[in-house]
Each structure stands twice: as structure tokens, then as C-alpha cells.
């Protein structure tokens, strides 16, 4: 990690969400931040150019910094985005609804612009009020979203403003979503319950199928603040918490959590594994840290040879998984990251965008 | 930015004009003031209704303080400089110097970096055809245009505290003065074709009073006549001239520059430069003539622009001591010969510095239209750095109060401006008792956009130790989505704040709904309360009574009726649910097999005739005899009382059966 590279990027807009555009072949030179908390919040999409004030005799030079070539304004809070393709990207808002974005790239100056807005999705049964959209999870072209007022929704990405399915799933508000395949989701709410529901059925018919993430002290609520899958084994699911620990459940056996690992001393807001080496997990947390978790390829073997993950193993994954502080000391939280290639960008609420080169 | 220009405000309504359009305000959170029409009444006029009373609206006005701020640009200063004050908070105060000269430079960094986003988004059409905005982006430049020329200045005068001050301000004075150096520039480039230029000379002339005499010589070498004696000697005098470095004797140094001076004098008595007069003008600057100086002076814009230059032709080993004395001497002449132009805050404010006046400075700082973000970083800096500590000593000014007032302050005034309250907690926390107060105070005033921040101000809390703070927010949120009918939401909430009462008053709502209605509200969320169920006793009943309601709905009435029995025993048991919990045995003791035993028979009609008899009387006192509303209802039965036979008849009958078959069992 002695290679790394921080470089800091204030933007003036808290960061709730930041992601890479997709690149197949390359190394992506555009990602595009969702801001939130602000007088009127935007979609941007940035772009790395080469710093015209890098002097030749510094040594902690910054090489590229992002300009902000598009942007398209939202009607409040961004909460999640999430890219479908390559140009194609979702979003939701704190006002309940979904935007469809697209991006177009080009030479000189790339384009954003909104394709379609879905109506609203969520709000509260009574007042009639729109709820916040907490989450959104692709799957193909079909995107999820979970709101506070418990109800979680698939659209198609072709049509968002025809809703295939409204599953009541919740009493409580949903912190998270994540697709774990084609048909089966899982949401968790404030109090750390987390459903798999089916996509192809209705409230009714759901599986009641819950399992509650572990807890240091379960005299006290441990809401989750972020689900993921394995790329590979999808049915290994890592979920953040509000106490900073990260809970794996194996799908396949919900009797027992398969590990339980105390990380970090705030909530989690973000975790997710690398998106082409899966022996990489990310975490960003409140307390201003991104850590980054790698397999120890000596002690865990292969992992792809004998198919047990080392995230399964129990107690034991603390031998077989190292971790190294990508980013700390910010003080302030750290709401998303993503990483592509051997570059990772996050942001929070520093109002800053860090650029992270040589991960690894 | 002067005294005389404090913004004012009238009403001018209708009804503030009737009574001589006087005012009334209430300072509100947040730097606000709330504004209403006023009449003065004394303890002798007389209290009747006013004539007009009632013919105008009563309006109330809100003022707030205008901030450049709201500008979205101006944002990465406030979040950029809190990481840098954050930094110099864990530096601390015994940092060597060049660490806080660095942060220093961070802190102009930031502010230059800001210029030249405000620059270019000055330029932006949108801003352009907005003149509002025009004119907000115009001052904000000029504010921090004036904060970075200020700091750079006290950066080389106190905080770098070298012995040398001329090579340093002569920096700043060309970083204030850009022009010069862009023309310079286009005459660099125009090479040979530059002589012809109409101002060629008077750009050398101001180049030469910025010190840069680099360039100078390069310009002059391209000249046409560059070739001839004159212009041979006059580069001759300018790459002789001694330049001071640190180090050097000074006394040897000082012979070399009499030397030169001396001799520079004699060439352009000899009438060398005869020649070219434009010339020998320059060079007479440089020998600091001072009839070239004053005409210059009658030249130029601002009067510090030239103090450097003037001061490395005439005294260029001034020490920050003798600058005192070089600056008024200067600021006397130019106030000589231009008389005309009025000193502007920015130049009273480096004459100050200058003067070594750091108290009137900081007064006038606080003036600065920027929400004191220059003075409170500013003395935060002088603070840690402790450069000027016996200066404040010396003045009776405790640094250290000062500095802690205007954190607070400035913190105070973040965490009440709508989006910027997280930047506002840094500043807080170094204050002590106050900024912990001002804290718990402040923080549950942000508004409640969404669960997520809400669980963000709660993280912050806690990370203080702010319990109160804490519970409040989820108080709020609980009864917010009471409000909304979300139940589980609010049984959530209500058991993260922790608070007995909350908890048991959502619990009693959700039990006493169930027994009117049969329906059970949000049981995914009692399913779940699990070990937290320990907070109150009615949660604990409400989640034990839900696993009963469970057991019995999938029809293990076993396991049914030995918790039901348990819930008998358990003593909490709330008065209005006895009722239901009784009628719940009723088909448990009814079922045809068996599924209470003798012993629990006579528990349940022991609670029978001790729980659900006096309540029923107490009723009955209360109501009269044929009460039809009563406290306690249940869905299942019209009137409580009814059920009092036929539950005696039940326990009666399943007693007389379990007595029977429990001593008829065969003995093992």
C-alpha cells in the first residue's frame, strides 16, 4: 500500500452516492457523484484530466484531477445510483422516485441527461406523503428499489414508469436492497431483520423467511446499512451494520450467521467487493475510514479450487483475510466508494472526492 | 465593509407606518431575527384597543444574515479550511515552525484556489445574465482576494518571522499586482517587435518598481538598440546589482551595495544614458532617486504596490523591525502626493500590519463581509503558532479567549446553517464545556430529512455521549411515524430512545388494538424485539403475548397454554388487556384435548375471581349497572362481565376433567 495515492477533490456538494462509469477494456476515466443535504442536488458526471498545475519537482504531485462536464439536477436528496450498462445508469431520490440517466461520452465533452423519471414509488399509506427511496439493486435490466415506508419495488429499466411488482415487505422503514439472482432479493431494515423475498410473487405469497444480523449487544438495535454479494458464490452475503461489524450469511444455511467479524467503530455505509477480483472486499464507514479486506491467498488456498470461501470459515476468517486502511483519518463520513481497476473514488460528507490510485 | 454602511431594514407596511414605522425583533435560532410592527406603550397610556385595531394585517418579517456562502462555490472554502483547521488542532502547539508556515500556506491555498473557481465561474454564462449573482460573486471575490493578500502578508511578517522581509514581500506585492507580469509577458513574447510597443516603457518601469529584475534584463536584451553602449551598460548595472542572502556578512554585503549605488549614481551623472532618456529614467528608479519615485507614486493605483520595490533599491536588508518605521515614512509620501485618493480598508489594514498594530488589525478582520471565517482562522493560527504571544500579553488581550470566542462563534453559525452543520461540530468540539452545550443544544434542531441522516446525527451523538440528544431524535421520530399509522416504525424508535414511557405507550397502543380489533398491528416488528424486549415490561408482555398468539395460530396448543399460563403468572399482566388474556383460556380449557392441567386450572380461575372480578366491579361502580362503555372491551365479547360465568363454567368443567385423568394415569 506504500504505492498509494491519495488525492483530494472538494466539489462543494456532500456526496451520497459515487460510482465508476463502466469500462470494459480500460481503465475508467469518468464517474459520476448524487449529492445530498444540499439547496438543489445534482447528478454530476466528472471526468479525469491531467492536472495543469503539476510542477515537475514535487514529489506528491497529483497527476489528473476530475472536472465536472455534465450534470443533471434532482429533485432532492440522491440516495443510491447504480449503472444497468455501460451508459445507462438509475437513480433514486429522497423524493420516492426513480430517475433513468444516460451518458453519453465523447472527445471532447461527455453528456448527461435524464431519460425518464418513474412515478412515485414509495410514500407513507396515511399522510399520503412521498417516502424516501433508501436503496436501489439491479439485476439485468429489472431494478429494485426499497423505501422507508417498508415497500419494495421492481421496474423494468426499459419502462420504469410501469411498476411489475410492489412487495409490502416491512413494517419499518428499509435501509438496504440487494439482488442475490434473478428472482430472490434480500432487504434489511433499522432494527437488523433481513428478507428474502421473491421477485415473481406478491406480498401474500412471500417466503417468511428472516434472519436478524449479529449484534455486540443485542439489548440495543443494529440497523444494516449495506448488503452485498459475492460476484461469484452469490449466495454468500456480507452485510454492514450500524456498530461498524460485518455479518456473512451463507444463503444456503440460515440457521447461523457463517462469520461475524467487529470492524469498524461506526456505521458501515458502504461495502462491496472488487468488481473483477472478488479476493478484494471494500468497506467505507461514518467515521471517515475505507478498508480494504484481501484474501491471504498462502494461508486460505485457493479459494476457487476447493469452493469454500474464506468468508464462510467462522472464527476463522480473521487469519485468512488481511486488512489495510485504504483511507482514514477524514473524520467525517465516507457514504460510497467504488472501485475500478487498480483506482477507487469515494466521497462524503467532507464535500470532497478522494482519488485512491494503485489499490493493491 | 465601513462603519457607515451597516445594512439597514424598515417594514413600511401598512401598519407599521401607521404607528410612525417603528419595529420590534426577537432574535430566533440561527442568526435570524423576527421583525413586527411596534408602538411604544408606557405604564401611562392607556390599555384600550387602538382605533385601527384589527384594519391591517399583522405581518411578521423574518431577517436573516446574508452570507456569501450560499453561494455553492464558496463551500469547498468552508470544507476544505475545516480539514485544515481539524489538522492544526492535532498539530498542536508544539509544532516546529515550519509545519505551521505550511499550514499557513494550506489555508491561501484554499482561498487562491476558490479565486480562481469564483473567476471562472464569474465568466459562466448563467452567472453572467444573473445579476444577482454577478454582483454576490464580484464581492465574494473581492473579500477573498482581500483575505489572501492579508494573510499572505502576516504569513511573511509573523508567522515565517525571517530577518529578511524584502525578497518575501516583494513575492507578495507580485502576486497582488498580476498585471504588470501578464503584460510583461506579451512583451516577452513580441521579442524584437516589443520596442515599438506604445507602453514598452512604462511596463519596464512598473516591473522595475515590483523588483523584477529578471525579466527587466530579459525585455531590455531583446530591445533593437540592445547592441549599443548604453543599453550594454545599463544591463551591466542591473546583473551587478548585490543582491542579500541570508547567511552572507552583512557588513561586507553592505559595502558591496554602497559600492554599486555609488556607482551606478556616477554613470548616470556622466551622462552615459544620455541618449536614451527612458532609459536613464529606469535606472535612476533603481538608484532610488526620489524625484522618479514620486512621479511614479503619482502613477500608481494602490499604495503598496510599489513599498517592496522602493525598499530593495534603498534599504534591501530591512529587518521587520525597521519596516515599521519605512512603511509610515512611505504611506506619508504617498498620501503627500495623492492626496486626492482615500485610504481603503484593505490598505488601513496592511498599514496595521505593518505597524505592528496585530489588535486593530484583528477589529478590522472581524469587518471582512466573509462570516469571520479570515479572523477566527486567522487568531487560530496566531494562537498555535504563539509567535505574538507576548505581543497579546503585552496588550492585555488573552489570546486564548479570544480565539475561543470566535470558534464558537463561527462553529455556532455553521451548525445553524442548514446544510453546513457538519462542518460545524469541529470547531464546537474544541470548545470545551460551552461548544458540548451549544452542541446538545443545536443538534436536534437540524431538521429531519430522512431516517439516514437522522441515524447520522444520532452516530454524532453518540460518539459525544449526547444520550439526551440521542433519545430525543428517536422521540421524534417515533411519534412522527405514530402519527403516520406506521407502527413498527414507531415501536422502533421508540425502543432505540430507550424510554420507558414511549415504549410502553406504543406497546399499549398496538395490545389494546389488538384486543378491540383481533388484529395484530406490525408483527414482523414484534417477532423481531427479541433481547431488546427488556426495556419495558409491557414490550416484554406484548412480545410474549405475540409468541402465545403465534403458537396458537399455528395450533401447538401446548406449547400455547403453558405460555399462557406462564403470562397468568407473570404479574405484567396491564389491567385493560385481562380481559382478552382470560378469554384467550377460554378454548384451551374448552378444547377437547386436554391441554391445562388441574393445577393451572385453579391458577387461571384464581386470576379469574382476583384480576378480572374487581375490574369488572370497579367498572360497574364507576359506569352504573348496564354500562355499554366500558374501559375494557375485547372484540370477541359485547359486555366483559358476560364472560365471567361462562369462563368459571369452562374452568369448572376442564378441572373436573383434568382431576381425572391426572390420578387415573397408570403408575409408571
Known amino acids: ?360 | 465593509m465601513d462603519d457607515s454602511n451597516v445594512p439597514s431594514f424598515e417594514l413600511g407596511d401598512a401598519l407599521a407606518t401607521r404607528c410612525g414605522n417603528t419595529l420590534t425583533g426577537v432574535f430566533l435560532p440561527g442568526s435570524r431575527i423576527a421583525l413586527s410592527a411596534y408602538r411604544h406603550v408606557t405604564h401611562s397610556s392607556r390599555d384600550a384597543p387602538t382605533e385601527t385595531a384589527g384594519q391591517d394585517p399583522v405581518l411578521v418579517y423574518l431577517a436573516q444574515e446574508s452570507t456569501l456562502f450560499d453561494e455553492p462555490v464558496l463551500r469547498s472554502v468552508l470544507a476544505e479550511s475545516n480539514a485544515t483547521f481539524a489538522t492544526l488542532q492535532q498539530l498542536g502547539l508544539r509544532a516546529t515552525r515550519a509545519e505551521y508556515v505550511k499550514l499557513s500556506r494550506v489555508y491561501r491555498s484554499i482561498v487562491r484556489a476558490c479565486l480562481e473557481k469564483l473567476e471562472q465561474a464569474k465568466k459562466s454564462p448563467e452567472v453572467q445574465t444573473d445579476e444577482a449573482r454577478l454582483r454576490r460573486f464580484t464581492d465574494a471575490i473581492m473579500v477573498f482576494y482581500a483575505a489572501e493578500c492579508l494573510w499572505h502578508l502576516f504569513e511573511i511578517l509573523y508567522i515565517q518571522n525571517n530577518q529578511l522581509v524584502v525578497p518575501q514581500l516583494l513575492d507578495w506585492a507580485r502576486f497582488h499586482s498580476s498585471q504588470a507580469e501578464d503584460r510583461a509577458t506579451d512583451l516577452l513574447l513580441m521579442a524584437e517587435e516589443a520596442s515599438e510597443s506604445d507602453n514598452y516603457w512604462s511596463i519596464l518601469k512598473s516591473l522595475i518598481m515590483l523588483g523584477v529584475i529578471d525579466v527587466t534584463r530579459a525585455i531590455l536584451s531583446q530591445n533593437r538598440k540592445a547592441g549599443q553602449p548604453a543599453f550594454k551598460a545599463a544591463e551591466l548595472i542591473l546583473k551587478s546589482m548585490p543582491v542579500y542572502q541570508e547567511g552572507y556578512a552583512l557588513q561586507k554585503f553592505h559595502s558591496q551595495w554602497e559600492y554599486w549605488h555609488v556607482d551606478t549614481e556616477r554613470k548616470i551623472q556622466t551622462g552615459l544614458f544620455a541618449t536614451e532618456p527612458e532609459l536613464e529614467q529606469i535606472l535612476r528608479l533603481v538608484t532610488g532617486n526620489n524625484e522618479q519615485w514620486d512621479a511614479a507614486i503619482k502613477e500608481s493605483k494602490d499604495c503598496y504596490e510599489y513599498l517592496p520595490g522602493y525598499l530593495l533599491f534603498t534599504k534591501p536588508t530591512c529587518k521587520p523591525f525597521e519596516l515599521r518605521i519605512a512603511a509610515s515614512n512611505w504611506l506619508n509620501r504617498w498620501h503627500l502626493l495623492r492626496p486626492e485618493k482615500e485610504q481603503t480598508s484593505i490598505n488601513r489594514m496592511i498599514a496595521q500590519l505593518m505597524d505592528h498594530d496585530i489588535r486593530l488589525f484583528i477589529y478590522e478582520a472581524q469587518k471582512l463581509n466573509d462570516t469571520h471565517w479570515f479572523s477566527t482562522h486567522l487568531i487560530d493560527l496566531i494562537h498555535h503558532c504563539g509567535q505574538l504571544k507576548s505581543y497579546f500579553d503585552q496588550n492585555n488581550i488573552d489570546l486564548p479567549a479570544l480565539r475561543h470566542s470566535m470558534i464558537y462563534e463561527y462553529g455556532s453559525y455553521l451548525m445553524t446553517s442548514h446544510n453546513l452543520w457538519q462542518l460545524g461540530f469541529d470547531y464546537l468540539d474544541c470548545c470545551k464545556q460551552e461548544g458540548q452545550a451549544a452542541i446538545e443544544l443545536l443538534l436536534p434542531r437540524i431538521t429531519l430529512r430522512s431516517e439516514r441522516q437522522a441515524t447520522k446525527l444520532i452516530n454524532l451523538a453518540r460518539q459525544r455521549g449526547l444520550k439526551g440528544v440521542e433519545q430525543e431524535i428517536c422521540k421524534v421520530l417515533s411519534k412522527r411515524s405514530y402519527d403516520a399509522e406506521r407502527y413498527g416504525n414507531a415501536l422502533e424508535w421508540a425502543i432505540r430512545s430507550k424510554d420507558l414511557l414511549l415504549v410502553t405507550a406504543v406497546a399499549d397502543f398496538i395490545l389494546k388494538h389488538y384486543s378491540r380489533t383481533g388484529n395484530m398491528l406490525c408483527p414482523d416488528t414484534i417477532a423481531n424485539v427479541g433481547g431488546r424486549m427488556f426495556i419495558s415490561p409491557r414490550l416484554v408482555f406484548l412480545s410474549k403475548y405475540y409468541e402465545f398468539y403465534e403458537f396458537y395460530r399455528t395450533r401447538d396448543f401446548m406449547s400455547a397454554s403453558e405460555l399462557l399460563v406462564n403470562l397468568l403468572q407473570s404479574r405484567i399482566t396491564p389491567d385493560y388487556f385481562w380481559p382478552s388474556l382470560l378469554i384467550d383460556a377460554m378454548p384451551l380449557l374448552e378444547s377437547k384435548d386436554q391441554t391445562i392441567l388441574a393445577k393451572e386450572t385453579v391458577a387461571i380461575l384464581h386470576h379469574v375471581e382476583t384480576e378480572l372480578v374487581p375490574i369488572i366491579e370497579r367498572d360497574v361502580s364507576k359506569y352504573g349497572k348496564h354500562h355499554t362503555e366500558t374501559v375494557f372491551k375485547d372484540y370477541r365479547v359485547e359486555n366483559v362481565d358476560e364472560i365471567l360465568n361462562l369462563m368459571r363454567l369452562a374452568c369448572a368443567r376442564n378441572l373436573a376433567r383434568a382431576l381425572i385423568t391426572e390420578n387415573t394415569m397408570p403408575v409408571a
Open chain 1, 1 to 360: 500500500m506504500s504505492l498509494a495515492n491519495v488525492s483530494t477533490h472538494y466539489i462543494s456538494e456532500k456526496v451520497a452516492r459515487v460510482r465508476w462509469l463502466p469500462e470494459q477494456l480500460q481503465q475508467s476515466e469518468r464517474f459520476v457523484t448524487g449529492s445530498w443535504d444540499m439547496d438543489r442536488n445534482f447528478v454530476r458526471l466528472w471526468r479525469l484530466q491531467a492536472n495543469q498545475y503539476a510542477t515537475a519537482t514535487e514529489s506528491d504531485n497529483v497527476d489528473q484531477t476530475p472536472r465536472c462536464m455534465d450534470k443533471v439536477a434532482m429533485e432532492d436528496d440522491v440516495t443510491a445510483i447504480e449503472f444497468v450498462d455501460n451508459d445507462t445508469l438509475a437513480v433514486s431520490c429522497a423524493d420516492g422516485h426513480l430517475s433513468v440517466l444516460n451518458v453519453q461520452r465523447a472527445v471532447e465533452e461527455d453528456q448527461i441527461q435524464r431519460m425518464a423519471r418513474s412515478g412515485r414509488l414509495h410514500c407513507f399509506q396515511r399522510s399520503q406523503e412521498s417516502a424516501p427511496c433508501t436503496d436501489l439493486s439491479v439485476y439485468g435490466t429489472d431494478i429494485a428499489t426499497a423505501g422507508e415506508d417498508g415497500c419494495v419495488n421492481i421496474v423494468s429499466v426499459a419502462n420504469v414508469r410501469q411498476v411489475k411488482r410492489t412487495i409490502e415487505a416491512d413494517s419499518m422503514a428499509l435501509f438496504s436492497i440487494c439482488y442475490v439472482s434473478q428472482q430472490e432479493l434480500v432487504t434489511a431494515n433499522r432494527m437488523g431483520v433481513i428478507r428474502l423475498l421473491d421477485a415473481r410473487v406478491a406480498t401474500e405469497a412471500q417466503p417468511k423467511t428472516t434472519f436478524t444480523v449479529a449484534s455486540q449487544d443485542d439489548k440495543s438495535s443494529n440497523f444494516v446499512s449495506s448488503l452485498a454479494t459475492h460476484p461469484m458464490q452469490q449466495h454468500i452475503l456480507l452485510c454492514g451494520s450500524e456498530e461498524g461489524s460485518i455479518t456473512v450469511w451463507d444463503l444456503r444455511n440460515l440457521n447461523y450467521p457463517a462469520s461475524y467479524l467487529s470492524a469498524h467503530q461506526s456505521p458501515i455505509n458502504e461495502i462491496g467487493f472488487h468488481r473483477k477480483d472478488p479476493t478484494k472486499l471494500f468497506t467505507a464507514a461514518e467515521g471517515g475510514e475505507v478498508w480494504m479486506w484481501s484474501e491471504n491467498k498462502v494461508l486460505g488456498g485457493d479459494s476457487n479450487k476447493n469452493g469454500l470461501s474464506p468468508w464462510l470459515s467462522g472464527d476463522r476468517v480473521r487469519s485468512l483475510v488481511d486488512v489495510e486502511g485504504v483511507l482514514s483519518n477524514i473524520r467525517k463520513a465516507i457514504n460510497s466508494f467504488d472501485v475500478h481497476g487498480s483506482r477507487l473514488v469515494c466521497g462524503g460528507d467532507t464535500e470532497a472526492v478522494y482519488l485512491v490510485d494503485h489499490i493493491a
